[in-house]
């Protein structure tokens, strides 16, 4: 991530700030002199840590209100200095971790124009970190405590079972990734989704190719044809990389129908029957473009225009519009709020969605050759820009509102096919990460996309 735009996505935290279990705001601390405002940002440190990670924003109170600036701003901002703030972690947390600190200024919102520092916690531990000291006179901080972030919010040591259950879960599920990158580098002698492989531009070019074919089909369509997805979409490509069978035309597509994956009732590269959108032969490759109408009756709704293109030399893409931009009003009565195309952006739909594409990729890599080296991954997410995260079902909680700012980012990844199927979840939370980054900077969780995994696979 560049560093202004990590500063301009910190100066969003700075519009209307409000505390939250990912944020602290604490007053005009003195981390230099006074030990008891160390041992209170140590402990506002130590359990965000806990919690996943998250941020603590100096320089403010939290009031009825809303949020105030504290009174007595120091002169200089040097004591919140990065060297400082670590060397409270160094003294109080075990074990110790790093700690990034920036000083922001607010763009907007009621401290337009002040600098604040914000520092960031990182989450991702694979065991509880401890305090190794007390506080002043056992004050804010005890010595071997545990601190969690809990409803209020508040940092307080876990008392319950179920709060217990949670830090435990999320270490053991830290833990968990260790051991499988562990794993893959003594098979593979590298990590298996961070390594570029030498088709990378070719995927490239393959990808501008399909976009460049379907926007001639989407051409001929009125302006205002929903198949147009003119509130956004996503495209997936891929290039299996080895040595491929060779197949005739009628064989190949034989070998597509057996590569189809069905987890949902709308798979991605279906091979539909009927003669308006059936799948055809274009460039050497398999294009099918389900936009088109079926009858005239029917109209296509953006999630189910798919096009999508398929070559014999192991390239594969995929285009679809956005699911939030076509709900029916039944459907947004059912939810229970008014769903306005272009305005939301669901929370599981792309675990789902890419983990479908990466079986899909396994799955035709396995139909194709024997001897597949790696499968290269190119997504594309266009049209996110004031978009609001949240979850269609209301099955996920999302404590404050998540708008995207930035409108658009390609994810891009490597992975070897064999560990697609038993490590779905890693590899998935890996490349997607940086997609929910844009969304108020939410943090995807491990566990929603294992969970979310599983039940895709059950469907």
Known sequence: MQSNDLRYRLSELLIGPIETLEIELKGWLDLRDNAEDKANFAKAALALANHGGGYIIIGLDEREEGAVESLNRPESLAGYRQDILNGIIQSFADPPFHVSSRLVKATSGPFSGSLFPIVSIPGGHGVPIRAKRSGPNGQKVENNAIYIRKAGPKSEVPLTSVEWDQLLGRCISNRRDELLDQIR???????????????????????????????????????????????????????????????????????????VVRHTGWPPFWLPNPT??????????????????????EQSDPAHSDFWRISPRGFAFLLRGYLEDSLSPERHGALGRSIVPGQVFDLTLPVWRMGEVMLHAAQLSSNLSTETVSIDFLARFEGLSDRSLMSLEGSRDIWYERIARQNSIELKTTVEPGFVRSNLPEIIHQWLSPLYDLFAFYELPKSLVSEEIEKMKKY
Do not use: H
């Not at 308006?276 to 009756?297: F, M, T």
């Open 276 to 297: 308006e959108i059936a799948p055809y032969q274009s460039d050497g490759a398999v294009e099918c473009w389900l936009g088109r109408k079926r009858q005239e009756r």
């Open 185 to 259: 580098r003594v098979i593979s002698g590298s990590v298996s989704t961070s390594t570029a492989s030498s088709g990378v531009a070719e995927l490239d070019a393959w990808a501008a190719d399909c976009l460049k074919n379907w926007q001639s089909l989407v051409d001929t369509l009125p302006a205002d044809a929903p198949a147009r997805c003119p509130n956004g979409y996503y495209w997936v490509a891929y290039r299996i990389n080895g040595d491929l069978k060779s197949f005739p035309p009628a064989q190949f597509l034989e070998v597509l129908k057996r590569s």
